[in-house]
Structures are given as C-alpha cells and as structure tokens.
C-alpha cells in the first residue's frame, strides 16, 4: 500500500477518534487518504490553534492528541501547541508533512527545518526519510507519548514517503520502547519521615491529575493528618471542597496554601517539578523542611529542590506503596486542627456586589453555577489567576490550563479539544480580551463543527497581568498594555461568526448570564465588562518570599506564610 | 575534568539532541569524540566538561533522551588523552595518560594543536 494509506491505517489502528489540522501542498497525498477515513477531523483556522485542541483534548481523554500541520509555516505556526503540552506534560502525536527528501535541505518551497525546530520543545521527534521506518516511527510515537512521563512527540514526513510503497511485513512490525525504571529505594526513609513529621505538608503537581491519584492522595492525607496543596496544573485532582484541601499555591496562590507549604516540617511533593511560580525564591524554598520528591521522571528529582529522599514511580504506584508501608503514626492533630481553622478563615471578603463589574464575581458565580461535571479552561494572565484561585474544582471537575509555557490563546481552542473529549460536559473558557484576540478566529471551527463552549470573556481592555507587574513593580508607566479605544465589540464578533453572544455589566446580571449560557446548544460568549483596576492579589513578587507578599485586600491574619 | 560516555543510535539529529541538553544547562563540553563502537548501528560518545556537579545535574537528562542508550561517568583511573600536534617539524600524534599528553604538548609549544579526552 501507499505511505498515505498507511498511515491513516496506522492512526485508526491507534484508536484515534479525531485529529486536528490544516492540510496544504504536501500533506494532500494524505489527506486523500482520510477522505475514505472514519476518523473525525477538525479544521481549525490556524495550526497553533489545531496544537492547543489536540492538546485540551488529551487532558479529559488521557489518550493522545492528534494534531496536523503543512511543512514550512504550518509547522513553525504548531510549534507553540506542541511547546505548551510539553510544558505541561501532556501526550500528542503531532505530524508535519515535509517537502520530499530529494529537495530537502535546498529551501524548497515552503521548507523549513522542523525537525531541528520542534527538537527543544517536544518529548522525542522523527523525521522519517525512510518508507521503511515510516510504520514503526509512527507506533514508536505513540508509545513514546504515553509512556513514562506524557509529552508530544512530533513526526515529520516528507511527502514522497506518503507515496512510496509500504509492505504488510513492514505495518507488522511490532516496536517497544523501554519503560522508565521506578527507584523507590528510599521508601522505607520516606514512610519513617512521614510517622515522625508533626507538621506534614502534602503537595501534589500535575502528574497526580495523569496518574489519577486523587483519591489514594486523599486516604494518605487523613492518614498522616496532613493538609494537602496543589499546584496551578493539579487544580481539580484533589476535591477542593474537603476541608484539608487547601487549593493551589504559589505567586497568586490561597495564603493557607502557602503558609502550609511554608511551615510543614516535612513536604512530600508529588509529581511536581517545583515551578519558579510555586517556589518564589528557590534558595529559601524547603530551607527549613524535609522534602520527599515523589517524580515519574529521574531528571526531576533534585533538578530545583534539593530533596531529602526521592522516589521514582508514577504517582499511583507510589502513594499507594507509602499507604501500605504506613504503620506507627505518631498522633498529633495540632498541625491539622491550625491548618483546618486557617482554611475556613481564608476566604475573600470582597463586595462582590460593587459596580463596576468585578471580575472575582464572575469566578465566584462560575464556580457556583457550573454543574459538577463542568470543565473549566482558562487562557493565561489574571484570568488564569482568578480563575485559580475562586474557581472551587470538586467532583468531576476538570480545569485545564497552560502552566508551564504560560500560552496566550490556550484556553478557546483547548475548551473545543475538551468539549470533543467529553461532549456532555459544559465547558467554560475562562478569558481575557488579550488572550481571546489571540485566537478569536477559532468561533469559526466552534460553529462549522458544532461545539458548544462558553467563552466567559473578563474584558478589562488591558493586558491585565502585564499592566499589573507594570503597577507594581515599574512605578504605574503603562506601555502597550492597553489596547486603545475601540476594542473590538466581542459580541458582534462572535455573532458574525454565528455563535450567541450576550453582554454583561452589573454583578446581577452575571449568575443567570452563566445559566443562560452553559444551556446553549451554540457556541455562546458573555462579554463580562469588568473593573480594569482590579489586580490579582495577593502576589508574592517573582523570585522573592512570602515575606514579600503584596497583600491587597487579603484579610489573612494567620502570620507570614 | 569529568568524562562522559555514552551509547546512542548511529543516526543523524543525535548529536544536535544530546548536546542540545548541555546547550540548555549552559554547560560548555570542552572535548567530545564520537565513533563507532563494538555494536552495529550504534555509537560511542565521549565527552569532557569541567565541572563535576554540573556533570551529575545533567546526567539524568542525557539519559532521558530516547537515542541514548546509556549515559555514566568514567572513573578518573580511565581517562585518557590524546593529542595532534602541527610544527615545522611535521605532525605529531600523542597518546596517554592526561597528565602525559598535557606536559608534552606545554612543553613542545606546537604551532596548533587538538588536543581531546577518550576513556572507556
């Protein structure tokens, strides 16, 4: 059979259900191809765009992504998808087609060299210039994104392998790729300074969410008493509704949170790889703990915390080995009786009534009206930030959001990734107006392919969070932080494209705007005009400690964190 | 001076790979040799960098990457050195012990030199 044949038997014999991509001039062998497919696709309006839903789709399927971009510019475009799901750990296949190998390397037409480019910012990548290779380069793929520690792994294929002839001997061969090795050879160390710890703190990052370790999290916590913290990208894999999860942590975290991680005596850290916006200064991080660093990946522990004990495995596997190797737990429930007091003290007192329109409302009114099966995606800056810390993520809610690289422009895209994933579910893109201009194109693929998303905008006319750090730390000189006089009116462009828009004022208005919206059977936008004054606080300033914290209107009174 | 060996696949994009990790950490590989080895269709990468702690931050990385195979550190009673030499009096080609090739190669004052680490 043809290599264009091939791999599309290659994909459905993957179980993808859908891809997402742009064809253009040497993807068109393929594309031939997948007219006879079952396989969904969907065409978004620009490659970065087919990345990020690949990618949103991944993280409710736990299955691969499959995204797809043209040689030249559709892969420099899909660079920044494939670069957010490997800072976030998440597994996708993403192929480029290649000009043929008789040209490459002579600036053919539309070339660049994608191999080298995607090289830094994926897992692993291919360049396949043999028709041979091409089946098991493409199994390798997929094993090698969802083994051992998820990440996007890129193939690119120049287009005459697509025309080249596969043999059946060739799709027969089977391909493994090795297994990380576990390494829990401190176990017992680990389980002694859990029993001796009168102040445990338990941290868990994203792998927690791919190891779906929750639950097992929560039996340890109430077996050593100790509250439990999540990082921005483990929001939503522990019940935030439980009174010893004390929510995400870090720059713009819940100060419960970071006092908790702050004066624990011993810190087991759970498939986190402790960011700089979870640290703060890293010098001072875990000075005083003991630091139990449980990573599926060996190159994470000891990479920025230097830990007393570190565990390789996946979360799962070992959560439940510190369960069964726990015995003789010295019993004192001080340390939890504070955290769980300071917990229930932790709570904004915000007028949340005031006009103009504030944003922490609107989180506020999401977090209270979403059903319990809701997935929330977030775009990235004060948004991001608001929505981490009011947005209460319990039962079967998912949150999603770009942690690692910080992408403008994730949240639209992901949320129809998601909404593909789980088309029963309401899902909510939590937004800026700066990061929704980003991909505001994307109404079009929402609409032609009848994706039903919210798209809850925070419309302050700024780049929030830049304005902020401009506030706070450049003496209030704004430069380019504000789009002038007229933004776009949000809710005729989302109506050109035929989806519902609706705009939103007064804090009144707000809860049955959301309950109007999550009913839609469109694509619906609310265009929330919020309060452009309103920073995200409080903030511990980058690279500095809570010592530092700008505190705002936080009226935390449980001492510095 | 720590030395590095690794076992990677024979194939082209490796070497952008792998130095491309020491690239990311700003370390500064101060001799590399790479070769065919005992096993077909794979390759011997031998690499020097000064720093020790640098080299144990690294190393995890290195051995992460899909085309390794394998990724240590040689014990210092291993490391080698070798060295070609260009004068007018022709070439010279040197091999030994680091301290050997370091002082003949001081002490000659060759118009140019390459002077690498090997261990295995």
């Not at chain 1, 010893?244 to 419960?256: E, I, K």
């Not at chain 1, 700089?276 to 990573?295: C, I």
Request: charged share 25%; proline share 5%.
């Amino acid at each position: 059979m043809k290599g264009a044949r091939a791999a599309v038997e290659l994909l459905e014999k993957q179980n993808v259900e859908v891809m997402f991509g742009i064809p253009g001039g040497v993807l068109l062998p393929f594309y031939d191809e997948l007219v006879q497919s079952d396989i969904r696709h969907i065409l978004p309006r620009h490659e970065q765009c087919a990345g990020h839903m690949a990618d949103g789709y991944a993280r409710v399927s736990k299955k691969p992504g499959v995204c797809v971009a043209t040689s030249g510019p559709g892969a420099t475009n899909l660079v920044t998808g494939v670069a957010t799901a490997f800072m976030d750990s998440s597994p996708m296949v993403a192929i480029t087609g290649q000009v043929a190998t008789h040209v490459l390397g002579n600036d053919a037409f539309q070339e660049a060299d994608s191999f080298s480019l995607m090289m830094p910012v994926s897992k692993h990548n291919f360049r396949v210039v043999d028709p041979k290779l091409f089946p098991e380069t493409m199994k390798k793929a997929f094993l090698i994104a969802t083994t051992g520690r998820y990440g996007p792994v890129h193939v690119d294929i120049p287009v005459d392998i697509f025309q080249a002839e596969i043999t059946d001997e060739q799709m027969a061969k089977e391909v493994r790729v090795p297994k990380p090795k576990r390494n829990l050879e401190g176990l017992l160390d680990a389980i002694k300074l859990l029993e001796t710890a009168e102040r445990p703190t338990i941290m868990v990052g994203g792998g927690v969410i791919w190891s779906r370790a929750g639950t097992e999290i929560m039996r340890l916590a109430e077996m050593v008493m100790a509250p439990v913290v999540t990082t921005l990208m483990a929001k939503g894999s522990v019940p935030e509704n439980h009174p010893l999860v004390l929510g995400v942590c870090g720059m713009h975290g819940r100060q419960v949170a970071n006092y908790a991680l702050n004066n624990c005596d011993v810190l087991l850290a759970i498939g986190t790889r402790f960011s700089d916006r979870v640290t703060g200064k890293l010098s001072e991080f875990g000075a005083k703990t003991k630091v139990v660093h449980v990573d599926i990946d060996s190159s994470e522990i000891g990479k920025n915390v230097k830990g007393r004990v570190g565990l390789v495995g996946d979360a799962w596997t070992v959560v439940n080995a510190l369960i069964a190797g726990l015995q003789k737990r010295k019993k004192s429930p001080t340390w939890k009786q504070r955290i769980i007091e300071l917990n229930k003290e932790c709570s904004c007192d915000y007028n949340l009534k005031l006009e103009p329109l504030k944003p922490q409302k609107v989180i506020y009114e999401l977090s209270k009206n979403l059903p319990d099966d809701a997935i929330v995606t977030t775009e990235v800056g004060q948004n991001q930030m608001w929505a981490a810390h009011f947005y209460k993520c319990y039962g079967k809610r998912m949150f999603i959001t770009s942690g690692g690289l910080g992408t403008m422009g994730f949240g639209f895209p992901a949320a129809l990734g998601a909404k593909i994933a789980r088309p029963k579910s309401v899902v909510v893109d939590i937004a800026g107006d700066g990061s929704l201009q980003m991909v505001s194109q994307e109404f079009a693929t929402a609409v032609e392919n009848d994706i039903p998303v919210v798209v809850a905008l925070l419309n302050n006319g700024w780049l929030g969070m830049v304005k902020q750090w401009q506030k706070l730390f450049y003496g209030s000189r704004y430069k380019a932080s504000q789009f002038t006089v007229p933004t776009p009116d949000f809710v005729k462009l989302a109506e050109a494209y035929g989806a519902e828009a609706i705009r939103v004022e007064r804090p009144s208005e707000v809860a049955e705007a959301i309950q109007r919206a999550t009913k839609s059977e469109m694509p619906f936008l609310i265009d929330f005009v919020v309060d452009p004054e309103e920073d995200v606080l409080p903030m511990t300033p980058p690279g500095k400690t809570s010592v530092d914290c700008i505190m705002g209107r936080c009226p935390w009174k449980g001492g510095v964190c | 001076m720590e030395v590095m060996m690794l076992l990677v696949y024979d194939q082209p994009g490796v070497m952008q790979r792998v130095m491309g990790e020491f690239n990311r950490k700003r370390i500064n590989v101060e001799t590399i040799v790479v070769g065919k080895c005992e096993i077909p269709d794979r390759a011997r990468i031998v690499l020097s960098i000064t720093d020790r702690e640098k080299a144990m931050n690294v190393l995890e990385h290195i051995r992460a990457l899909q085309e390794v195979i394998e990724c240590d550190l040689v014990d210092q009673s291993r490391h080698e050195a070798y060295a070609l030499l260009s004068s007018k009096e022709g070439l010279c080609r040197l091999t030994g012990s680091v301290q050997e090739v370091e002082a003949i190669v001081s002490k000659s004052q060759p118009e140019k030199y390459i002077q690498a680490m090997n261990a295995i």
